[in-house]
């Protein structure tokens, strides 16, 4: 542990910077790195190497290879470059390697090689060339910038949706500016570029200029300037061999610092760490590398190879032929813990620990010092954060270790930041891993999300160890192991050397029912590809249907996809097969695969064609020949139209829409009596109805001389009971009375009730002895008037009971 | 505002925010002020879930009604349009949206489809041009809404017509989607069961959609032990028959839509002195109905003979707590009074709007003629005289009383003798139609398409053996304190619910051969839960069972439900979902021929 700080560098009086060893390189470069047009991804993503023998003005006849390398060196994949002269490579959020070529054509790859598209940094580049090209991320994207032949920059801050924005000219500018970079203020991409001792900031309006606050006087040029992975703070090298260090607003100056370097850098970095208040620039010589704080001495090391530098968040990736290499400030957890005597809880707890596991009494006193401070929690959670930021697992155990151990004598930590590191480190050491080659730190981890790693993974087409993740951490199906196996599935259809039924089976043997996994979009891959049967194929397996039919319709399966639709239930999937189908087909094929199916010729009928439902039932019941009563009602109706019509011409009155029943009844309200019983005779109207139909005609005109004599025209086939009602409703009691008297025995009682005659309603029932009946008339009994009946009814209830 | 959707054995208020956080999150992609043109007869199901206050909060100024020609004049920003996937009200969208481009400030135009989107209509916009117009086209799945705390209507009309004459599935597409939508909010449903052809369809489409959300449904302990799915069609017998429930009467005779009711004013105005009578309130009189009202909770599903004595009961409680001010000697009594005042007047003011709707009532049934239509169903209902023509029925259309009536009656005694004699049949056919006009031809086709009026096949009738086994007919009925389901029709016990009985206890095995007549198949399915979510039952725990009626359910089934819950050794609990609260006559008058 005594040499554990010997690569501990200060800077300044509060902070320390170390280099550790990533990997050492594990490819076989036969140049030095300098030879090579070079990119490498940020977040330990892939390196892109191109030989550049447009640089050397050499003749372009031999064709340079393009290689791709994992960050430890494994190699990814490696082309002829069949294309123009590049001018510059770079690196997209999505790790796909833009290719920048001097006649502004942007060719895109992925990280196996693939060629993906291509696009255009605008006409006017073709003939002015491209000088100079940045390849930069921002919260949108990845944007490209270009300096072209004419001095002029044109920008595009998202390659995934190309919008070219030609940035304004800068006034007087002859010469290609001696540096410039990117900006990213207030969500709008800016360029700033320094010629002779002016600095300029262009954004999509104006060009104006700036000078940054407190720069030491002599400058007569600008050699180099840095963004911070931010975009917070910029550093500018000036041929004064000063380095300024400020806010990229260029409002604020952090510090300045005189190296004494007159040459220009090849490349200057900042080194930060978020949430640190220290600010470091990494600036690199052929052989020289030095760290420069807010402090007057810098760190200085030595290359002994050809390095390249890769700003990362939280530090600064160092490659060269042989090793690569981690440069970043110590974090504060780690300080504490490691700094020679350090007292801080967390090294206590270590200590305590190690003493422990070599079973001595000091474990104890170790322990009582910081629980006396109270700081037990605090040492349990630096062990826990300092074990993130450990690159060697054997520390990494060690503080966790010391972790658990304090965690035995507190009561109440919530165990889960220990649970989660204890994770997260097992994935980065997984994904750290030479064969992997992501040296991904924990800062970064975090900042890229676990979902993104997975992507990566997935990229890399390391489908069986992002698979392991996701049932490590127990993620979600949906969002982990059914998303990897979709994605390998896709991989796996434009395998095309391997046959349809191969690819179907072996994707449906290892997705089986996973749940969550669009087969419908590995069959849009597979169509892509052209292999129509394969995606017809795994169609099949996709559960849902509103992903399924759009497809087969795409891939004109229409009938398939109707049968689709209809098994699915959703009448709205079957009306877009459907509209899909009629512009398709002809309208006889159309009707003739209706056919045969019900469903959807009922549904076309209805909604599509727009037919009234009534006419379609209409309709069904004449073609139903069958339907004997239909076809007789329907022929009953036309003869009455026929006659109604004629009604009309001879009486002058309207009969037109009238039910048969309405129609009698309006002649005898008419008092066209014969023609009336004609009617009813022509039509068959039932006795009992016509009865109830003339004496609701009469009794409405008060016509009670008629109403009397059609009551004697025969025994009436409703009994008379209804008479007495009518009479009634038209307060005609005396009618009534007449009535009364002829109603059968059944309905007497209620008939002599009806017309208030409560006494011999009382007699009648007595006499029948109905008990229902008696208590009805008694219900009637109101007042003293009817108190003798009441009596009498109660001594024949009385009389009945005794019996 | 909801507090009674929290009081069931299954919380439904969490449903209803759940469908309220969604019309918020819509309200508010529209930014600045709107104004909402409504389909109105969404108005009435939106008012469950969302006052205006709640669309006020989200900067909803103004509300018109969708009609033709020009949108009214309102400055606001946002016009968004409430519509039923339709395509005659695309027609007026695209009238309204087309109209306005020529005045005044641009607006922004938005759609919300309740409650699917529909690639259909959205074509007919495109047709007519003005698809481009809307900013936001979404839709708001609006399937099942909470109506009271065991309740939930899809509010669907047509869905019987759709199902059983058009062979139209839209209604259990969106019956399949509300169940997905409760099983997310309550969990997976273990065990379903089902009888008839659309049970059978929603429950395949369920399964399937089960399998498109599968990875993404949250592991919810399930709420719902058992779902039972019982197509309307099963049970063609009850909705026909009058109910005689409380709340079923006031339904039958009043007609409740989305839990409001219109009363005729008279009997409930102010009664103050001196005033004579002089300006009688000439607007009807609405009220909600719904057991946030303590009262109505207890009467709503009594037998209308019991509801009598409970109001006096109430009664005397009441005017005895007002007596009480009279002993309320100390500061402290009295402010006690005081305190409960406001609950008392509130029981005061709803014991009588309940006894003047209870007379209204009343009123109708001591008529001699429900008497006499009373007395006919329950013949038919108790097997007396279904083969003949009956006379009543025939008297009933020679005097034309309403269709509807008459239909319902024949429709009765079709369904209560297994169809009737062909002679039978064809007299009331063109007694029928010559009394109501031929052009009911339609309507009677409907209604045999429906089941409803038919032949007898075979010349068998088989509802007296399904009358017997299942026990629908009860003649010692206590319509006081019942002791069977009978009493919602004081008699008939209706015919869906004994089956939701039967299947609770013994379960359907015993009935076999009586499921073999009724229509359809009858199945069983179980969608297998994760082990974590299994349920341990303790001891004496009720299951808890969604009935969902497909094609609608009356009120009186509804309190038979309610009263097998309420049964102390029942062992089940149930909450009640249909595609629409119908009665006998809307629901005939859902599968009439509109007027063209």
């Given at each position: 542990?005594?040499?554990?700080?010997?690569?501990?560098n200060?800077?300044?009086?509060?902070?320390?910077?170390?280099?550790?060893?990533l990997?050492?390189?594990?490819?076989?470069?036969?140049?030095?790195?300098?030879?090579?047009?070079?990119?490498?991804?940020?977040?330990?993503?892939?390196?892109?190497?191109?030989?550049?023998?447009?640089?050397?003005?050499?003749?372009?006849s031999?064709?340079?290879?393009l290689?791709?390398?994992?960050?430890?060196?494994?190699?990814?994949?490696?082309?002829?470059?069949?294309?123009?002269?590049v001018?510059?490579?770079?690196?997209?959020?999505?790790?796909?390697?833009?290719?920048?070529?001097?006649?502004?054509?942007?060719?895109?790859?992925?990280?196996?090689?693939?060629?993906?598209?291509?696009f255009?940094?605008g006409?006017?580049?073709?003939?002015?060339r491209?000088?100079?090209?940045?390849?930069?991320?921002?919260?949108?994207?990845s944007?490209?910038?270009?300096l072209t032949?004419?001095?002029?920059?044109?920008?595009?801050a998202?390659?995934?949706?190309?919008?070219?924005?030609?940035?304004?000219?800068?006034?007087?500018?002859?010469s290609?500016?001696?540096?410039?970079?990117?900006?990213?203020?207030?969500?709008?991409a800016?360029?700033?570029?320094?010629?002779?001792?002016d600095l300029?900031l262009?954004?999509?309006?104006?060009?104006s200029?700036?000078?940054?606050?407190?720069?030491a006087?002599?400058?007569?040029?600008?050699?180099?300037?840095?963004?911070?992975?931010?975009?917070?703070?910029?550093?500018l090298?000036?041929?004064?061999?000063?380095i300024?260090?400020g806010?990229?607003?260029?409002?604020?100056?952090?510090?300045?610092?005189?190296?004494n370097?007159?040459?220009?850098?090849k490349?200057?970095?900042?080194?930060?760490?978020?949430?640190?208040k220290?600010?470091?620039?990494?600036?690199?010589?052929?052989?020289?590398?030095?760290?420069?704080?807010?402090?007057?001495?810098?760190?200085?090391?030595v290359?002994?190879?050809?390095?390249?530098?890769?700003?990362?968040?939280?530090?600064?990736?160092i490659?060269?032929r042989?090793?690569?290499?981690?440069?970043?400030?110590?974090?504060v957890?780690?300080?504490?813990?490691?700094?020679?005597a350090?007292?801080a809880?967390?090294?206590?707890?270590?200590?305590?620990q190690?003493?422990?596991?070599k079973e001595?009494?000091k474990?104890?006193?170790?322990?009582?010092?910081?629980?006396?401070?109270?700081?037990?929690?605090?040492a349990?959670?630096?062990?826990?954060?300092?074990?993130?930021h450990?690159?060697?697992?054997?520390?990494?155990k060690?503080?966790?270790?010391?972790?658990?151990?304090?965690?035995?004598?507190?009561?109440?930590?919530?165990?889960?930041?220990f649970?989660r590191m204890?994770q997260?480190?097992?994935?980065?050491?997984?994904?750290?891993?030479?064969?992997?080659?992501?040296?991904?730190?924990?800062?970064?981890?975090k900042?890229?999300?676990?979902?993104?790693?997975?992507?990566?993974?997935?990229?890399?087409?390391?489908?069986?160890?992002?698979?392991?993740?996701?049932?490590?951490?127990?993620?979600?199906?949906?969002?982990?192991?059914?998303?990897?196996?979709?994605?390998?599935?896709?991989?796996?259809?434009?395998?095309?050397?391997?046959?349809?039924?191969?690819?179907?089976?072996a994707?449906n043997?290892?997705?089986?029912?996973?749940?969550?996994?669009?087969?419908?979009?590995?069959?849009?891959?597979?169509?892509?590809?052209?292999?129509t049967?394969l995606?017809?194929?795994?169609?099949?397996?996709?559960?849902r249907?509103?992903?399924?039919?759009?497809?087969?319709?795409?891939?004109?399966?229409?009938?398939?996809?109707l049968?689709?639709?209809i098994?699915?239930?959703?009448?709205?999937?079957?009306f877009?097969?459907?509209?899909?189908l009629?512009?398709?087909?002809?309208?006889?094929?159309?009707?003739?695969?209706?056919?045969?199916?019900p469903?959807?010729?009922?549904?076309?009928?209805?909604?599509?064609?727009?037919?009234?439902?009534?006419?379609?039932?209409?309709?069904?019941a004449?073609?139903?020949?069958?339907?004997?009563?239909?076809?007789?009602?329907?022929?009953d109706?036309?003869?009455?139209?026929?006659?109604?019509?004629?009604?009309?011409?001879?009486?002058?009155?309207?009969?037109?829409?009238?039910?048969?029943?309405?129609?009698?009844?309006t002649?005898?309200?008419?008092?066209?009596?014969k023609?009336?019983?004609?009617?009813?005779?022509?039509?068959?109207?039932?006795?009992?109805?016509l009865?109830w139909?003339?004496?609701t005609?009469?009794?409405?005109?008060?016509?009670?001389?008629?109403?009397?004599?059609?009551?004697?025209?025969?025994k009436?086939p409703i009994?008379?009971?209804p008479f007495?009602?009518i009479?009634?409703?038209q307060?005609?009691?005396?009618?009534?009375?007449?009535?009364?008297?002829?109603?059968?025995?059944e309905?007497?009682?209620?008939?002599?009730?009806?017309?208030g005659?409560?006494?011999?309603?009382?007699?009648?029932?007595?006499?029948r002895?109905?008990?229902?009946?008696?208590?009805?008339?008694l219900?009637?009994?109101?007042?003293a008037?009817?108190?003798?009946?009441?009596?009498?009814?109660?001594?024949?209830?009385?009389?009945?009971?005794k019996? | 505002?909801?507090?009674?959707?929290?009081?069931?054995?299954?919380?439904?208020?969490?449903?209803r925010e759940?469908?309220?956080?969604?019309?918020?999150?819509?309200?508010?992609?529209?930014?600045?002020?709107k104004a909402?043109?409504?389909?109105?007869?969404?108005?009435?199901?939106?008012g469950?879930?969302?006052?205006?206050?709640?669309?006020?909060?989200?900067?909803?100024?103004?509300?018109?009604?969708?009609?033709?020609?020009?949108?009214?004049?309102?400055?606001?920003?946002n016009?968004?349009?409430?519509v039923?996937?339709?395509?005659e009200l695309?027609?007026?969208?695209?009238?309204?949206?087309?109209s306005?481009?020529?005045?005044g400030?641009a607006?922004?135009?938005?759609?919300?489809?309740?409650?699917?989107?529909s690639?259909?209509?959205?074509?007919?916009?495109?047709?007519?041009?003005?698809?481009g117009?809307?900013?936001h086209?979404e839709?708001?799945g609006?399937?099942?809404?909470?109506?009271d705390?065991?309740?939930?209507?899809?509010e669907?009309?047509?869905?019987?017509?759709?199902c059983y004459?058009?062979?139209?599935?839209?209604?259990?597409?969106?019956?399949?989607?509300?169940?997905?939508?409760?099983?997310?909010?309550?969990?997976?449903?273990?065990?379903?069961?089902?009888?008839?052809?659309?049970?059978?369809?929603?429950?395949?489409?369920?399964i399937?959609?089960?399998?498109?959300?599968?990875?993404?449904?949250?592991?919810?302990?399930?709420?719902?032990?058992?779902?039972?799915?019982?197509?309307?069609?099963?049970?063609?017998l009850?909705?026909?028959?009058?109910?005689?429930?409380?709340?079923?009467?006031?339904?039958?005779?009043?007609?409740?839509?989305?839990?409001?009711?219109?009363?005729?004013?008279?009997?409930?105005?102010p009664?103050k002195?001196?005033?004579?009578g002089?300006?009688?309130?000439?607007?009807?009189?609405k009220?909600?109905?719904?057991?946030?009202?303590?009262?109505?909770?207890?009467?709503?599903?009594?037998?209308?003979?019991?509801?009598?004595?409970?109001?006096s009961k109430?009664?005397?409680?009441?005017?005895a707590?007002?007596?009480?001010?009279h002993?309320?000697?100390?500061?402290?009594?009295?402010?006690?009074?005081?305190?409960?005042?406001p609950h008392?007047q509130?029981?005061?003011?709803?014991?009588?709007?309940?006894?003047?709707?209870?007379?209204?009532?009343?009123?109708?049934t001591?008529?001699?003629?429900?008497?006499?239509?009373?007395?006919?169903e329950?013949?038919?209902?108790?097997?007396?005289?279904?083969?003949?023509?009956?006379?009543?029925?025939?008297?009933?259309?020679?005097?034309?009383?309403?269709?509807?009536?008459v239909?319902r009656?024949?429709?009765?005694?079709s369904?209560?003798?297994?169809?009737?004699?062909?002679?039978?049949?064809?007299?009331?056919?063109?007694?029928?139609?010559?009394?109501?006009?031929y052009?009911?031809?339609?309507?009677?086709?409907s209604?045999?398409k429906?089941?409803?009026?038919?032949?007898?096949?075979?010349?068998r009738?088989?509802?007296?053996?399904?009358?017997?086994?299942?026990?629908?007919?009860?003649?010692?009925?206590?319509?006081?304190s019942?002791t069977?389901?009978?009493?919602?029709?004081?008699?008939?016990?209706?015919?869906?619910?004994?089956?939701a009985?039967?299947?609770?206890?013994?379960?359907?095995?015993?009935?076999?051969?009586?499921?073999?007549i009724?229509?359809?198949?009858?199945?069983?399915?179980?969608?297998?839960l994760?082990?974590?979510?299994?349920?341990?039952?303790?001891p004496?725990?009720n299951?808890?069972?969604l009935?969902?009626?497909?094609?609608?359910?009356?009120?009186?089934?509804?309190?038979?439900?309610?009263?097998?819950?309420?049964?102390?050794?029942?062992?089940?609990?149930y909450?009640?979902a249909?595609?629409?609260?119908?009665n006998?006559?809307?629901?005939?008058?859902?599968l009439?021929e509109?007027p063209?």
């Amino acid at each position: 542990m005594d040499c554990y700080t010997a690569n501990w560098n200060p800077l300044g009086e509060s902070a320390f910077y170390r280099k550790y060893e990533l990997y050492s390189m594990d490819w076989d470069l036969k140049e030095e790195l300098r030879d090579y047009l070079v990119a490498a991804a940020p977040y330990g993503g892939p390196i892109a190497l191109l030989r550049n023998p447009w640089q050397k003005e050499k003749a372009a006849s031999i064709r340079p290879v393009l290689e791709i390398y994992s960050a430890s060196g494994m190699p990814l994949a490696s082309l002829l470059w069949k294309s123009g002269p590049v001018v510059s490579l770079g690196w997209s959020a999505e790790e796909e390697l833009l290719c920048v070529q001097e006649d502004g054509v942007v060719l895109v790859y992925g990280l196996h090689g693939d060629f993906r598209r291509h696009f255009s940094m605008g006409n006017e580049v073709l003939q002015n060339r491209v000088l100079d090209a940045r390849i930069f991320h921002t919260e949108f994207g990845s944007g490209v910038a270009i300096l072209t032949g004419a001095h002029r920059f044109t920008l595009s801050a998202n390659v995934g949706d190309l919008k070219l924005r030609r940035m304004p000219e800068v006034p007087g500018l002859q010469s290609a500016p001696s540096c410039w970079t990117i900006l990213c203020q207030d969500r709008v991409a800016q360029i700033l570029l320094a010629v002779g001792p002016d600095l300029y900031l262009l954004d999509h309006a104006a060009c104006s200029a700036v000078t940054p606050p407190g720069l030491a006087p002599g400058v007569s040029s600008f050699l180099q300037m840095a963004v911070s992975f931010t975009y917070r703070h910029l550093a500018l090298f000036t041929d004064t061999g000063c380095i300024w260090m400020g806010t990229a607003s260029l409002k604020e100056k952090l510090c300045e610092f005189n190296c004494n370097i007159r040459a220009p850098p090849k490349q200057m970095v900042w080194c930060s760490r978020p949430r640190s208040k220290e600010r470091a620039v990494v600036v690199a010589w052929e052989r020289r590398l030095m760290v420069v704080g807010d402090a007057p001495e810098s760190i200085q090391f030595v290359l002994d190879e050809d390095s390249y530098l890769v700003p990362e968040l939280d530090g600064v990736r160092i490659f060269s032929r042989s090793t690569h290499e981690f440069l970043h400030e110590v974090p504060v957890a780690s300080e504490e813990i490691f700094k020679i005597a350090s007292m801080a809880p967390g090294a206590l707890l270590l200590e305590a620990q190690k003493e422990y596991e070599k079973e001595s009494q000091k474990a104890d006193e170790y322990l009582r010092e910081i629980q006396e401070l109270g700081q037990l929690t605090q040492a349990v959670q630096q062990c826990i954060e300092a074990a993130g930021h450990e690159h060697r697992p054997d520390m990494q155990k060690s503080l966790l270790r010391a972790a658990s151990f304090g965690k035995c004598f507190l009561d109440r930590f919530p165990p889960d930041s220990f649970v989660r590191m204890c994770q997260d480190l097992r994935v980065l050491n997984a994904i750290r891993d030479y064969h992997i080659g992501i040296p991904l730190t924990y800062s970064q981890y975090k900042q890229l999300t676990i979902q993104v790693l997975l992507d990566r993974l997935v990229l890399r087409r390391l489908y069986p160890l992002a698979i392991q993740i996701c049932e490590y951490l127990r993620l979600p199906e949906v969002q982990g192991v059914s998303r990897i196996l979709a994605h390998w599935a896709c991989y796996k259809v434009q395998q095309k050397d391997v046959s349809d039924e191969d690819v179907a089976r072996a994707i449906n043997q290892k997705l089986g029912d996973t749940p969550g996994v669009s087969y419908s979009d590995i069959a849009a891959r597979a169509y892509g590809c052209g292999r129509t049967e394969l995606a017809i194929k795994l169609l099949e397996y996709e559960p849902r249907s509103g992903e399924q039919v759009p497809l087969l319709l795409k891939m004109k399966r229409s009938k398939l996809a109707l049968s689709k639709a209809i098994e699915s239930g959703d009448t709205d999937l079957v009306f877009t097969v459907l509209l899909h189908l009629k512009n398709e087909l002809n309208r006889g094929d159309f009707f003739m695969t209706l056919r045969n199916q019900p469903m959807a010729l009922s549904l076309y009928r209805q909604r599509i064609e727009g037919r009234v439902a009534a006419l379609q039932t209409a309709a069904d019941a004449f073609y139903k020949a069958k339907n004997e009563f239909a076809a007789k009602a329907t022929e009953d109706q036309m003869r009455l139209l026929r006659l109604q019509r004629r009604l009309e011409e001879e009486l002058g009155r309207q009969f037109l829409d009238l039910s048969l029943h309405d129609t009698v009844t309006t002649l005898i309200l008419d008092g066209h009596n014969k023609r009336a019983e004609q009617l009813a005779r022509d039509f068959r109207i039932p006795d009992k109805r016509l009865w109830w139909l003339k004496l609701t005609a009469l009794a409405d005109l008060e016509d009670w001389e008629e109403l009397e004599k059609f009551s004697k025209s025969k025994k009436s086939p409703i009994g008379y009971l209804p008479f007495v009602e009518i009479c009634m409703k038209q307060h005609n009691k005396y009618e009534a009375k007449k009535y009364a008297s002829r109603v059968g025995p059944e309905q007497k009682v209620k008939a002599l009730l009806l017309v208030g005659d409560v006494a011999q309603a009382a007699d009648v029932a007595i006499e029948r002895r109905n008990e229902a009946e008696l208590s009805l008339v008694l219900s009637h009994c109101t007042g003293a008037t009817d108190g003798a009946t009441a009596d009498k009814i109660q001594r024949a209830r009385a009389q009945a009971q005794k019996k | 505002m909801a507090a009674h959707l929290s009081y069931g054995r299954v919380n439904l208020n969490v449903l209803r925010e759940a469908v309220r956080r969604e019309l918020r999150e819509f309200l508010d992609k529209c930014a600045g002020s709107k104004a909402i043109v409504w389909d109105e007869y969404l108005t009435g199901p939106f008012g469950l879930i969302a006052q205006y206050s709640l669309l006020k909060e989200h900067e909803v100024e103004k509300m018109f009604t969708l009609k033709g020609s020009r949108l009214p004049a309102a400055d606001v920003k946002n016009i968004i349009f409430f519509v039923r996937p339709r395509l005659e009200l695309m027609d007026i969208i695209a009238e309204n949206v087309l109209s306005e481009d020529r005045r005044g400030p641009a607006r922004d135009f938005h759609i919300l489809f309740v409650p699917r989107r529909s690639l259909l209509c959205e074509q007919r916009l495109k047709d007519l041009g003005v698809l481009g117009s809307f900013i936001h086209r979404e839709e708001y799945g609006l399937d099942l809404i909470p109506f009271d705390g065991d309740l939930l209507s899809m509010e669907s009309e047509g869905a019987f017509r759709e199902c059983y004459l058009e062979s139209d599935q839209t209604s259990l597409y969106h019956a399949a989607k509300g169940l997905m939508t409760l099983q997310a909010l309550y969990g997976t449903i273990p065990q379903i069961f089902g009888k008839g052809e659309c049970a059978r369809q929603v429950a395949n489409m369920m399964i399937r959609m089960k399998r498109e959300f599968t990875g993404s449904q949250n592991a919810i302990f399930p709420v719902f032990d058992n779902l039972l799915l019982l197509d309307r069609n099963v049970d063609l017998l009850t909705p026909l028959a009058t109910q005689l429930t409380y709340e079923g009467l006031i339904d039958e005779i009043y007609g409740i839509q989305n839990s409001y009711v219109k009363l005729p004013p008279e009997k409930f105005a102010p009664k103050k002195q001196g005033d004579g009578g002089k300006d009688l309130p000439t607007e009807a009189k609405k009220l909600q109905l719904n057991s946030a009202e303590e009262l109505y909770a207890e009467i709503r599903d009594k037998n209308f003979n019991a509801v009598g004595s409970v109001l006096s009961k109430k009664a005397k409680v009441i005017s005895a707590a007002f007596e009480e001010r009279h002993h309320a000697k100390t500061v402290g009594e009295i402010k006690q009074f005081v305190s409960q005042l406001p609950h008392m007047q509130a029981a005061r003011g709803s014991l009588a709007n309940h006894t003047s709707i209870a007379e209204l009532i009343k009123d109708v049934t001591t008529s001699e003629d429900f008497f006499d239509k009373l007395t006919v169903e329950q013949e038919f209902m108790s097997g007396i005289d279904t083969d003949k023509v009956n006379s009543y029925i025939e008297d009933c259309i020679a005097q034309k009383h309403p269709l509807i009536k008459v239909l319902r009656l024949i429709c009765l005694q079709s369904v209560c003798n297994s169809g009737l004699k062909q002679k039978v049949l064809d007299h009331y056919k063109r007694e029928v139609l010559q009394t109501y006009g031929y052009e009911h031809l339609l309507t009677l086709h409907s209604l045999e398409k429906a089941g409803l009026l038919k032949p007898q096949a075979g010349g068998r009738n088989s509802y007296p053996t399904i009358r017997k086994t299942l026990r629908l007919w009860m003649d010692d009925v206590n319509e006081q304190s019942p002791t069977d389901i009978s009493y919602v029709y004081s008699g008939y016990a209706p015919l869906s619910v004994r089956l939701a009985q039967l299947l609770s206890r013994p379960g359907w095995r015993s009935i076999e051969e009586v499921l073999r007549i009724l229509p359809g198949p009858h199945f069983e399915e179980r969608q297998p839960l994760p082990t974590g979510l299994q349920k341990k039952r303790q001891p004496g725990e009720n299951r808890v069972t969604l009935v969902f009626f497909l094609g609608g359910v009356t009120f009186a089934e509804i309190a038979a439900l309610r009263f097998l819950s309420q049964l102390e050794d029942g062992g089940t609990e149930y909450v009640i979902a249909t595609t629409k609260l119908v009665n006998g006559a809307t629901w005939i008058e859902s599968l009439m021929e509109r007027p063209l």
